[in-house]
Each structure stands twice: as C-alpha cells, then as structure tokens.
C-alpha cells in the first residue's frame, strides 16, 4: 500500500520510492531507503501535510507526495 | 589555512562556528560561489580560517543554498574539512559525511551533541567508528564548549600533514564495479579539476548531470559511462540513485549497529514530541502560534522596546540640549550650532532611539528559528500558503522580513525552487520591516496615543492582507505553475545557546548603528544643507523658501489626492527610499525637533486622517536601497527590482488614497 494510507501511530517498512526527479532524489538522501521503518506521527491541523518519524527523526512531507511511496501491507 | 564548515541544517553548525571563532567573523566573499558565507579566524591560530557553509543533506545540490556549499568545496579546494554530525541523529548525518569522505580531501568529523548522547545513558564506540571509517573522529558538545579545543588540535595537524581519509570504498558488488570502472574513465578529467574522481564517480553514477557537464565528456565516454550504469541497474534491479542511496543507507546502518549503543529514547526527542502535541496540535496550534506573534509584537512595541527606547531618547535629547547650550555659550555661529543640533542630533538621534526596540524583535525572531520552532510554523502553514502556490517554507523568510528585508530575501535561497523562491522575494516587502518601526512610534505616538498598539497590529496586518492578494495575482499572472514539493526535517526543540542569540543581537544593533552614522547621518547632512540653503546659497529664515523646499514641491502633486500636501512630507518620502528610518530623521532636521518634541511638531503637518493614510503608504511604498539591491542581486534581474519599486509605490498610492479619501466620507 502507500504511505498516505498508513494509520496514524502505525509503523510500517518502505518497499520502494516512486515517482521520479529532485522530489525522489530528496525522499531517497532523507533516508527514505527500502527496508526503513516509518511512522507517521500527526497530520498538520489543516489535515496536510503529514509528520513522518523515521531513522530517530521527523520529516515533513505533502499527503499527494506521499502517494509515491510504497510500504508493507501488514507489518507486526 | 583555509578550513570549510559542513554538516546537516540543525545540527548546531552555526553554534560549533562561533566556538571555534568567537566574535572574530566576517562576512566573506569567495570567487565562484555567488553567495558570502561567514568566514571567521579560529581562535589561537591566526594562520586558520574557517567558512561557515550552508546546511546540507548530501552534496547533490537540491537548493540553491546547497550548491553554494557544494561549489565552495569542490571549487574553493579548502584545506581541510570540519563535518559536524549530530550525534543523536547518527544516520542520516553520516550520509552526508561518506560523500564528504569520498572527495579524499583532509576530513575530521566532529560528533556534537555527545552530552545528549551521554545523558541518555548511550554510547558511540568513537575508535571503532573511526576505523571504519577511516578519519579522525571528536566527541564535542558544541553549547556546552567542550571537546573544541582538541577539534582545533586535531584539524589543524591534519591540514598541515595533508593527513586523508584512509578509505574511500563503502560499497561492494555490483555498484563497486560500476563506480570503479567510471572512476577509470573520468580519472583525467577529475584530475583537471582537482576533485577526487571517486567522488566524481559516484556522483555520476547517482545521475548528477551538473557534474557530468562540468567535465565535458566525450559523446564515447558518456556511452560507455552510461552502458556500465545500465548494467549496474540491470543487475540491481533498481534505478541508479536509489543503488547509490541505498548502498550509503546499507552501509551506515551496519556501522551504527555495531558502533551506537543507544538503551532507550532520547529524554530531548520525547519532550519535543511532547510540546509538539501542544504547539502543532489539530485546534491550537494556529491559536497559539498567532497569541506567540501578537505576544511579541506587544512586547517588542508596548513594553520592553518603547521602555528603553524611550529612555534612549531622552538621553539623546539631553545630550543635545546640553550640546545646544555649551556651542552658543561658546560663540559658536548659529548655522553651525544648527547643523550640529537640528542637523546631525535632531536626524541621528531620532533613529538611535529605536536601537532597543529592534534588537527585542530580533531577540524573539532568532528564539523563533534557533528553538526549531520556526520549522513547525511551516509545518502549519503549509496548506495555507499552498493556496497562493507556495509552500510552508515560505513563511520563514517572511517572519524574517519583519525584522529585515535583507536576510529575509536572501533566506529565500533554502527553497528547493526558482519559482518560490522569487515569488517569496517579491512578497518579502510587503512584510513590514523593523527599520519602519521609528514611523510608526513617533505617528501612533503624534496621533493614536490611545490606541498604538492597535494601530500598529493593523498596519502589519494590512501588510500582510496586500502580500496576500498579490500572491494570488502573481500565483495567477507572472508565476504559474505547480508549486513544489515540501519536505523539511522537524528538528528536536532546543534551547538556543547564549552565545548565538547574543552574538546576533550584536550584529544587528552594529548593522543599524553603522547605517544610523553612515547612511541616515550623510541623509541627514544632506537634507540639513537643502533646507538650510536658497538657490543663491543664502541662510534663509524660514526653510519653506529653501532648495529643499522647492524640490519637494515639484511631486508633492502627487500626494496631494492622499492628504499631505506639505513639501516637508514629501522630502521625508524621498529620503526614506535610502533607508527608511530617515523618513523620520528627515521630518526631525526639518522641524528641527528633538525625538521627544517630534510627535508634537507631527500633529501640525498631519490630522489624524492623513497620518493614517501616510502610515499606510510608507508600510508599502518602495523598499529602501539596500533591499532593492539584494533583491536585484538575488533574482538576477534589474528589470525585477525596478518591477519591485514601481510595484509597492503604486500600491502604496493606492492604498493610501482609498484610507484618506473613504476616511473623509466616513468623517
């Protein structure tokens, strides 16, 4: 599934970042590399964009560039 | 010696800089890089400079701030590079040190915030990490001073004995391949240009097409460059920037596995999740981010700032009266004593008045950005700004703009796009600047002294209101097109150090001190000798028959429909296009009235209603000087800051106009 689907305070795996250009180039040197545990922690009050923890940090991000990035269905 | 400063935004770079510089700074200029950076000698070693570089997440530049530290490195060819990391983020601070590592230039990683690290009972095993790393490593804690004096130590040894890293190789398999054999191919080119070809490499091998100009390859090199990529690809079955990202990723996690002992969470990250779920909270984050403005303003204008202002002022009205009694006593001419007095004293002085009341907004601006708090507001405004086609990055530069136009247009350079980013340098002014602070003081206190604070709020809101709407026109006309992308790191909360709020302050009170004795002080002599003087050179009696007098007459015309028709009103205007705190010092040499005789002088030349309309042109009429040439430089474009001056005093005109005339229908 995407990452704008996960539930807020769930984890998941990425499995890979979509899309392409500079967007894509950034995502990949924040660290948002497969196999990476993410978090989304809160939505903005105005309902976008979302706050992203992963790697021991936060990480804004945009709910439509979201969608370019694929996580694990289930993760434990 | 020449040392370049790099690490991640919020890693405590700018702190470490004033550790290992004191106030010993400049603002430098470096052939190349089209941006100053700050250079500063490193304390005990007169020899060693140090060049504070943007913060960057990795060396393919993504923003223009982030090519001008790319371009200082690999154009500047620095003698040695300090890399700060953040110890208590390890991961993504190291993916910037391995690109730095692979350009084989003397490196020593400086580990900040090791207190922290300490604090929560973790560990980094340094010797370890160092060996596999293969540079020096030094545990620091920039806020606290500690571990500085060995950084200098041990960065001053390894410049000198042109010490480098002792690996370059972090990858294995099929990228290894890859980035060995393009590193074969390009080695002369690299050689040419002085920069490591396995940096090179691995940077074309990543898809940096910058680089890849810059070399000027032959059409065959590119083939074969490219066919040893596709079969990397190929291999991987990945693209090539994600093999590289990865790779690095691979990498630093294993070594952080092996290296970081780290038992629980950080007590830092929790409590800034925890004010997180206050200060970015679904119903009062807006409401709270709004009372934190409104409490600023009033404290800045109400109660700290107008105090010491205040204080300040009659001080210098002393000091001049005092001056005024000794010169006549002395004999002295009375155009001298005028010069001296309603000149000089009467024009410097009523700017030197405000000094407090702008280092307090700065005070509160820099709390604002060094706390991380800044980084939320974008964070919350994000979707609002989205609707002019801008991104929250945007608000940043704007808060600043409130301060000053200048670092305000230059912070625009932190946007990942051309297009926001000159947007946001053509919105900027509209943000009204502390150096209009002296109007407003010396009108709300002429005019409005029952409601200052309440004019002042609406005059920064009208600001506001007009940026607005002409970010929606310029989203619609000049600047269409889908705005960015946001992505921007939330940084932990933390106490901004001492030092670097108290050395910021310095800068800005020596800033507006030098503009005060130099600009404002020239402006002053300037405007004392035109109204002093006829066309003939003759004293005259009364200054509505001087020089002066006559040149302002010529666009007071123009003002006319907006209320103030007197010649001294439209000097002050003219004078204000240098920098604005002369719009007041102007009207105090021509009335010749001490800052605290001004409002009274003030309130002969204006009703209420015109000063109203006069405060509302001034908040939007042309920038001063200084921010026209940022702005000029910044968009590289003349034809864009010209656009900016008629811009602002056309809407500036009529603003003004619709405040005096539907106010004269109301009254």
Known sequence: MKLDELEIGKKSKILAVRGQGTLRDRLLDMGLTPHTEVMIRKAAPMGDPIELSLRGYELTLRIDDAKNIEIEDDFA | ?667
């Open chain 2, 1 to 667: 010696m020449r040392f370049a400063l790099v690490g991640n935004q919020n890693s405590g770079k700018t702190t470490l800089f004033n550790q290992l510089t004191g106030s010993n700074q400049h603002v430098g200029n470096f052939p190349g890089v089209t941006v100053e950076s700050k250079e500063g000698i490193i304390r005990g070693h007169n020899e060693a400079t140090i060049v504070d570089l943007p913060g960057v997440y990795s060396l393919s530049p993504y923003t223009s701030e982030e090519v001008v530290t790319r371009d200082f490195i690999i154009k500047q060819h620095p003698d040695g590079i300090i890399n700060i990391v953040d110890a208590t983020n390890l991961e993504r601070n190291l993916y910037l040190s391995m690109q730095l590592i692979e350009l084989n230039m003397p490196i020593v990683i400086a580990l900040n915030m090791m207190d922290e690290v300490r604090s929560n009972d973790g560990t980094i095993k340094i010797s370890q990490m160092q060996e596999t790393l293969g540079v020096p490593i030094v545990a620091i804690s920039a806020s606290k001073n500690e571990g500085i004096s060995e950084l200098i130590d041990i960065a001053i040894k390894m410049a000198e004995s042109m010490q480098l890293p002792k690996k370059q190789d972090f990858c294995s398999g099929a990228t290894h391949r890859t980035i060995h054999s393009v590193a074969h191919l390009i080695e002369d080119h690299a050689e040419r240009i002085k920069v490591s070809p396995k940096f090179i490499a691995t940077k074309i091998v990543e898809g940096d097409q910058t680089l890849i100009d810059v070399l000027k390859l032959s059409d065959t090199e590119k083939c074969s460059i490219e066919n040893s990529i596709k079969e990397m690809e190929d291999a991987l079955g990945t693209d090539r920037k994600a093999a590289i990202a990865d790779m690095r990723y691979i990498f630093i996690d294993k070594l952080c596995a092996d290296t970081v002992v780290k038992p629980k969470e950080s007590k830092q990250h929790l409590r800034s999740v925890k004010i997180d779920n206050v200060l970015t909270h679904k119903y009062l984050a807006i409401p709270i981010f709004l009372s934190l403005m409104g409490l600023t303003f009033w404290l800045t204008f109400g109660v700290i700032g107008s105090f010491f202002s205040g204080l300040l002022g009659s001080g210098i009205a002393w000091v001049s009266d005092t001056t005024r009694i000794g010169l006549s006593a002395a004999g002295f001419n009375p155009v001298m004593i005028s010069l001296v007095v309603e000149g000089i004293f009467a024009g410097v002085g009523s700017v030197l008045s405000f000094i407090p009341t702008i280092v307090v907004l700065f005070f509160f601006l820099s709390l604002f950005e060094d706390s991380g708090y800044m980084a939320r507001v974008a964070f919350v405004m994000d979707k609002l700004l989205r609707k002019i086609g801008l991104s929250g990055r945007s608000f940043v530069p704007m808060l600043i703009g409130f301060g000053c136009s200048v670092p305000a247009i230059m912070a625009t350079r932190t946007s990942p796009s051309e297009r926001d980013r000159k947007m946001t340098i053509l919105l900027t002014p509209f943000m009204s600047c502390s150096a209009k602070l002296p109007i407003y003081g010396m009108f709300t206190m002429a005019f409005f002294q029952d409601n200052r604070a309440l004019v002042m709020i609406a005059l920064y809101c009208l600001g506001i209101l007009l940026g607005v709407i002409s970010g929606l026109i310029f989203n619609k006309t000049l600047y269409r097109g889908h705005p960015v992308p946001f992505i921007m790191e939330l940084p932990n909360y933390r106490m901004p150090s001492t030092k670097t709020v108290l050395l910021l302050l310095w800068e800005k009170a020596h800033d507006f001190l030098t503009r005060a004795f130099t600009v404002i002080f020239i402006a002053t002599l300037v405007i004392w000798f035109f109204q002093t003087f006829d066309a003939r050179f003759n004293v005259v009696t009364d200054s509505a028959d001087s020089m002066l007098a006559a040149i302002g007459r010529l666009i007071t015309p123009i003002f006319v429909p907006l209320g103030f028709s007197d010649w001294r009103v439209s000097t002050a205007l003219i004078t204000g296009f240098m920098a604005k705190e002369a719009v007041i010092s102007t009207f105090a040499v021509l009335t010749g009235a001490s800052a605290s005789e001004l409002p009274v002088a003030l309130s002969q030349m204006f009703t209420p209603l015109s000063a109203l309309a006069f405060l509302a042109f001034t908040l939007v009429y042309s920038p001063c000087i200084a921010a026209i040439s940022t702005i000029k430089r910044e968009m590289h474009s003349s034809m864009a800051a010209l656009g900016v001056v008629l811009y602002q005093t056309a809407v500036a005109w009529v603003v003004a106009f619709i405040v005096y005339q539907v106010g004269n229908l109301l009254i």
